[in-house]
């Protein structure tokens, strides 16, 4: 006899794993699924203050504040000229700067302290339905829900695998290395800054370390060859805000450049009303410029829990539950595109290719 949950959840990171916990609160059995053990870097590192008001809800602020974050106390940005903005006329006082794999695994342990089953190093290789949800994990493991929840990031590995469809808006990557032994002492702030190939972003991190990230297109990154150390260097140096800030942390000991997506992207369902849905980057990855990833995450959490208990308690009602979620996701992005246009309006002119891609042309979103 397989485990039977109320709800899986693929997918242990922030929104997978509030999902879990808000539906473990509500007194239902859930099963959450990490395909990792947490065991490397996650990008993703500069919270909102808006974060604090969603930990609260989840019962977790004093749990984050032991942590050891660093206070993020604004962003100074170099975009159209240069500009400060502080945080403390946010009302919640400052921004943080985290370790995003302490702060995931406390979100993924919360949820396991609020009763819901933790599996790590696993990941759903299969799954079907036939009135129940039929899930084969990758260790071979077997187990049956009533509702399948994807929360396995941009990959959207289950709503592709069920049939969705990815709409993407851009191709973007971040290429990214750490500085460890630096000190951070005077550095609690966000840098943005654009150039030639992308923007650059430097931030602190703790425990006296600093990260530097520059954002391009795909396709760019693989024609210049910024993966590689000496080219990501000489485009560093060719910025003026973010490599004088680097100039002296770049003598401790640096990581090499590596690759993650920073893509954004929508995952559609067509007219499949069975009992799943999507949450944080599977349903819809935002491009870092909006510094909104972890907040959304846990705000969808929200709304996916409610709409599964709903889903749970009223399983005849799945067609309208499951359109009214979708429809909210779609009215989500469509908020997500006009403000990620704004901020690439706003940038001072360039020439180059990722510029020239971002010059305003008309555009309509299907959702069909």
């Not at 500009?83 to 979100?107: I, K, N, P, Q």
Request: proline share 5%; glycine share 8%; with cysteine.
């Amino acid at each position: 006899m397989f485990p039977t949950y109320d709800v899986v959840v693929a997918g242990g990171g922030p929104a997978g794993a509030a999902t879990a916990l808000r539906l473990a609160l509500a007194g239902h059995s859930v099963a959450v699924l990490e395909r990792s053990r947490f065991e490397h870097p996650r990008v993703g590192e500069t919270l909102a203050p808006s974060i604090q008001p969603l930990l609260r809800t989840l019962g977790l602020w004093s749990r984050f504040v032991a942590a050891g974050h660093l206070p993020s106390w604004g962003t100074r940005s170099v975009w159209s000229g240069t500009a400060d903005h502080s945080h403390l006329m946010s009302g919640y006082e400052c921004g943080w700067h985290v370790d995003r794999r302490t702060f995931d695994r406390m979100l993924f342990d919360a949820a396991g302290d609020a009763g819901a089953s933790t599996y790590l190093g696993c990941s759903l290789s299969s799954c079907s339905y036939d009135g129940m949800w039929q899930l084969t994990c990758s260790d071979g493991g077997r187990l049956t829900a009533r509702v399948l929840i994807d929360a396995t990031g941009r990959s959207a590995a289950v709503g592709r695998c069920l049939g969705a469809r990815r709409i993407p808006f851009d191709r973007l990557v971040g290429i990214t290395a750490r500085w460890s032994g630096v000190d951070v002492t005077n550095e609690h702030y966000l840098l943005i800054e654009a150039a030639a190939h992308g923007w650059w972003y430097t931030a602190p991190l703790p425990h006296n370390a600093m990260i530097a990230m520059l954002i391009t297109d795909t396709d760019l990154c693989r024609r210049h060859q910024m993966s590689s150390a000496m080219a990501w260097t000489t485009d560093l140096n060719q910025t003026s805000a973010t490599s004088s800030r680097l100039h002296d942390k770049m003598a401790g000991v640096a990581s090499s450049p590596r690759v993650c997506s920073a893509a954004s992207q929508r995952l559609i369902r067509s007219r499949d009303l069975r009992p799943w849905l999507t949450v944080g980057d599977a349903a819809l990855a935002v491009d870092p410029i909006s510094g909104s990833g972890v907040p959304r995450a846990l705000r969808t959490a929200e709304a996916a829990a409610e709409t599964t208990t709903r889903l749970l308690s009223h399983p005849s009602d799945a067609a309208d539950l499951i359109t009214r979620y979708e429809s909210n996701r779609n009215t989500e992005c469509t908020t997500y595109l006009t403000t990620r246009a704004s901020y690439y309006n706003a940038a001072a002119h360039h020439t180059t290719p990722f510029w020239t891609r971002r010059t305003p042309v008309p555009r309509v979103v299907e959702y069909g």
